[in-house]
T-cell receptor, first 115, second 112 residues
Framework: DTEVTQTPKHLVMGMTNKKSLKCEQH?????MYWYKQKAKKPPELMFV???????INESVPSRFSPECPNSSLLNLHLHALQPEDSALYLC??????????????FGPGTRLTVT | SQKIEQNSEALNIQEGKTATLTCNYT??????LQWYRQDPGRGPVFLLL?????KEKRKERLKVTFDTTLKQSLFHITASQPADSATYLC???????????FGKGTMLLVSP
């Protein structure tokens, strides 16, 4: 199984809501990532988990809170978002956290709209 | 600071021709370079990885070159098909080799 799944596919939330994005992989990968992608822009790295520990936070606002409950699951908790946070949120995984030396497998993304 | 440039935002070619996409980088020397394909509203899909000591890599109709002197990678799709129409992203290790940084991508449109 070489698939990364993400739920939900679409999410509309108000600025006062709390919601969570979920990502799952069963490839035994030890690195998992959250990216944010705006229209016609490349994916921008938000967080990296290596062996279930947060290893990189790319100066992401605290209204985004990642969580890695186990080696197969990655969550992104959202609270008090702004309209400019509307984007496609992508989860990815790789065999090891070697970044350039391992390919990343991406999920289909969650299209988030903040109203 | 590091910079990644993909030669053009869009490239239009006719079916059957070879598409050549360019990825240039400045201000650092990555050990690895990757190419991904992304369809609208979908996550990127890995295509090829090339190491700094490899000049060329092939996979079916795809070929990637990596010239560390010119700081450039070329991505070729031979015998292109309309189904190859997508955005192609190059990605390199970031400064400090702690992140994977994507170029802005080139949108390829293959016309029948």
């Amino acid at each position: 199984d070489t698939e990364v799944t993400q739920t939900p596919k679409h999410l509309v939330m108000g600025m006062t809501n709390k919601k969570s994005l979920k990502c799952e992989q069963h490839m035994g990968h030890r690195a998992m990532y959250w990216y944010k992608q705006k229209a016609k822009k490349p994916p921008e790295l938000m967080f990296v988990y290596s062996y279930e520990k947060l290893s990189i936070n790319e100066s992401v606002p605290s209204r985004f809170s990642p969580e890695c409950p186990n080696s197969s699951l990655l969550n992104l908790h959202l609270h008090a978002l702004q309209p400019e946070d509307s984007a496609l949120y992508l989860c990815a995984s790789s065999q090891e956290p070697g970044f350039g030396s391992y390919e990343q497998y991406f999920g289909p993304g969650t299209r988030l709209t903040v109203t | 600071s590091q910079k990644i440039e993909q030669n053009s935002e869009a490239l239009n070619i006719q079916e059957g021709k070879t598409a050549t996409l360019t990825c240039n980088y400045t201000n650092y020397s990555p050990a690895y370079l990757q190419w991904y394909r992304q369809d609208p509203g979908r996550g990127p899909v890995f295509l090829l990885l090339i190491r700094e000591n490899e000049k060329e890599k092939r996979k079916e109709r795809l070929k990637v070159t990596f010239d560390t002197t010119l700081k450039q990678s070329l991505f070729h799709i031979t015998a292109s098909q309309p189904a190859d129409s997508a955005t192609y992203l190059c990605a390199l290790e970031g400064t400090g080799y702690s992140t994977l940084t994507f170029g802005k991508g080139t949108m390829l449109l293959v016309s029948p």
